[in-house]
């Protein structure tokens, strides 16, 4: 559902919602690498590839929410917030998301150490991500956080894996989905607390039309980096392809 420039008065909450909901028509999971990973079309290599470049995602993700939580002078909003930092980072006896998909990395046959040093992220991937996690920072809080609501679509692509992976990837050790089985549940607590911040805050016209195109930012984001690996794991043209075969793309955090 989109909405027209001519509107003057603002959506329902259940057509907003309806709106953002329908942006899922954007998500990564209909880009045809993700499909090719679905269908079991896709190449150790090119999993492992997708693993390692998403490991920048997930490392980020933390970093991101802390910059909303910096931003954002509502406690309350603050006390719920933080929960997403400790599922990636872990706390108690939980080893959070990042351990998780560092155990992913390695059932594909991935070196922990090769994660953590971030060699194999792609710059394209690398420019995206840090383009989220700086616009978390600048951006108004309640704008930063509702750039989340892609989690609306992810329970479906979490389970998607767990269904299909299994099956197509028998060389994938079963330790390593421990990350998607513990989204589901994570990801379907996010939605409900990102959904009610959007409803509350975008309550006119202006609002509504800037979240949805935010939302379409972050679903860029994440279209973008599929877009990176395809062309490094899928048609062989990693960045400089025609003037070196070496990874002479810089490495780390700049910023």
Request: net charge negative; charged share 20%.
């Amino acid at each position: 559902m989109s909405i027209s420039t001519t509107q003057t008065s603002p959506m329902t909450p259940q057509e907003f919602e309806q709106a953002l909901r329908a942006k899922g028509a954007f998500y990564h999971i209909h880009h045809p690498y993700h499909i090719a990973m679905h269908n079991g079309q896709a190449t150790r290599g090119q999993i492992q590839g997708w693993v390692a470049n998403r490991f920048y995602y997930q490392t980020s993700i933390p970093l991101k929410d802390a910059a909303i939580m910096a931003n954002c002078p509502d406690a309350q909003t603050r006390r719920k917030w933080v929960q997403r930092i400790l599922d990636h980072d872990g706390h108690g006896g939980s080893e959070g998301g990042i351990e998780a998909w560092l155990r992913l990395g390695e059932a594909v046959g991935l070196d922990r150490d090769v994660l953590l040093s971030e060699e194999r992220v792609l710059p394209g991937v690398r420019f995206a991500v840090d383009a989220y996690v700086n616009f978390a920072r600048r951006a108004v809080w309640q704008e930063a956080a509702c750039s989340s609501l892609t989690e609306l679509f992810a329970p479906q692509i979490h389970q998607a894996r767990l269904d299909t992976w299994p099956q197509h990837y028998t060389w994938i050790e079963e330790e390593g989905y421990g990350y998607f089985r513990s989204r589901l549940s994570q990801a379907n607590r996010d939605v409900e607390h990102g959904l009610q911040l959007a409803l509350e805050y975008c309550d006119t016209v202006e609002k509504q039309q800037r979240m949805l195109e935010i939302l379409q930012f972050k679903l860029d984001i994440l279209w973008s980096m599929l877009d990176s690996m395809s062309m490094a794991y899928e048609l062989n043209r990693p960045p400089y392809h025609s003037v070196t075969q070496q990874a002479v793309w810089h490495k780390g955090r700049l910023l």
